[in-house]
């Protein structure tokens, strides 16, 4: 598997990865009709319009996009989502630490992420402070996250 920064050829791959995550791995703590939602918005055309304002990483195998995690210009990760045959596997915290790692060098000391329910332990696990929790509006419909915060050495 290879991190690299993701090109536009990418955005395809991560549209469906991410829709694929969302209907296979989150969907397991989100009702049917948020997932239904959620996973309508996971677009290529949504990906390139973002690209300017985020950077972004892609896992690679074989050829194909595993993972992909991104953030912001101040110190927020924006996204962090594995392929559903790939958790486990040591992808999410590669990324990750790119992630953080791009973060530090920005200057940050302290990160944010709008987590999932799902992904919650994943980020404890790497050192994530869960604070309190909230909700994101897409469509009518609530989306439950938890702001997590983690200080850098």
Not at 37 to 53: G, H, I, L, P
Not at 115 to 133: C, L, V
Request: charged share 30%; with cysteine.
């Amino acid at each position: 598997m290879k991190i690299r920064l993701a090109k536009d050829e990418d955005y395809s791959g991560i549209a469906r990865l991410h829709r694929s995550t969302i209907r296979h791995i989150n969907s397991k703590d989100y009702p049917e009709d948020v997932i239904r939602v959620w996973s309508a918005r996971a677009k290529a055309e949504r990906y390139r319009k973002s690209a300017d304002k985020l950077k972004r990483w892609v896992a690679v195998e074989k050829g194909s996009v595993v993972g992909f995690c991104d953030h912001d210009s101040g110190c927020e990760i924006t996204g962090l989502y594995v392929h559903k045959d790939c958790i486990g596997m040591g992808i999410g915290s590669g990324l990750l630490k790119e992630a953080e790692e791009s973060l530090r060098k920005q200057g940050c000391k302290l990160i944010v992420i709008k987590s999932t329910i799902t992904a919650q332990n994943f980020y404890e696990n790497h050192g994530y402070k869960t604070g309190k929790g909230g909700f994101h509006d897409m469509d009518g419909k609530k989306i439950k996250f938890f702001i997590m915060r983690k200080t850098l050495g």
